[in-house]
């Protein structure tokens, strides 16, 4: 069993920048992909970003390609999303997820649905002002 806890959300203005983080615990945590979904009030939750065990690979969706940066070190179980030029509609709470699996999945429509990851963090909540 792994567990996930996020950090690092805020309230900001538009246009800052906000790292979040996501540590693990549990379980050895090991070879496993993991990625960032965010859900903002009322709407569905949203693939962000995924990040390959090693770091090799990565992959973003559009509206977070250009602005935001997955990262992770292995060595102290954590994987991070830099969010730069943040927007009112990044709104959100921001959520960590993980599957078993060091590659990251070849349809970028498994990448981005929430059913393909096993482990979930509790969520934690960005607002951006305008």
């Known amino acids: 069993q792994v567990q996930l806890v996020e950090s690092g959300g805020g309230d900001v203005q538009t246009g800052d920048s906000l790292r979040l983080s996501c540590v693990a615990s549990g379980s050895t945590f090991t070879n496993y992909r993991t990625a960032w979904f965010r859900q903002a009030p009322g709407k569905e939750r949203e693939f962000v970003a995924i990040?390959?065990?090693?770091?090799?690979?990565?992959f973003y969706s559009s509206s977070a390609k250009g602005r935001f940066t997955i990262s992770r070190d292995n060595a102290k179980k954590s994987v991070y999303l830099q969010m730069n030029s943040l927007k009112p509609e990044d709104t959100a709470v921001y959520y960590c997820?993980?599957?078993?699996?060091?590659?990251?999945?070849?349809?970028?429509?498994?990448?981005?649905?929430?059913?393909?990851?096993?482990?979930w963090g509790q969520g934690t909540q960005v607002t951006v002002s305008s």
């Open positions: 997820a993980a599957e078993p699996g060091g590659v990251l999945p070849p349809s970028s429509r498994s990448r981005a649905n929430p059913n393909s990851y096993r482990y």
């Open positions: 990040i390959s065990w090693t770091g090799a690979s990565s």
